[in-house]
């Protein structure tokens, strides 16, 4: 038997949305399987497009997060594409949370 964790998935505007995911799907396809839209693009931890931010919780990558330095990493933020929850888990999400994470210099 598989062990579940809860994913709440919250958004600025005050949305959120909990799913269940076992330890051997990442967070994004545990999403995906809830139909959950959570933004994407590459599923190999190379883009950043899923970016959202730990906010409670325990995850582990199933591959080093090569998008992520390691100051993003210390300041919570994850990879959906690639993380695995081991632990139910509270995650910032959506395109303010990208934005946190990679400033537009043409702003």
């Not at 598989?2 to 999403?31: C, M």
């Not at 990493?73 to 994470?101: H, K, S």
């Amino acid at each position: 038997m598989s062990v579940r964790h809860d994913l709440t998935f919250t958004w600025r505007d005050g949305r959120e949305e909990t799913v269940s995911a076992t330890e051997t799907e990442t967070i994004l396809v545990a999403a995906e399987t809830a139909d959950v839209s959570l933004p994407f693009g590459c599923r190999r931890g190379a883009c950043a497009t899923c970016v959202g931010r730990l906010l409670e919780g325990a995850i582990l990558y199933e591959r080093p997060p090569r998008a992520l330095k390691t100051r993003h990493i210390e300041t919570d933020y994850v990879l959906c594409c690639i993380a695995r929850p081991r632990a139910d888990c509270r995650i910032a999400v959506g395109a303010a949370v990208q934005a946190e994470l990679v400033s537009n210099p043409w702003q």
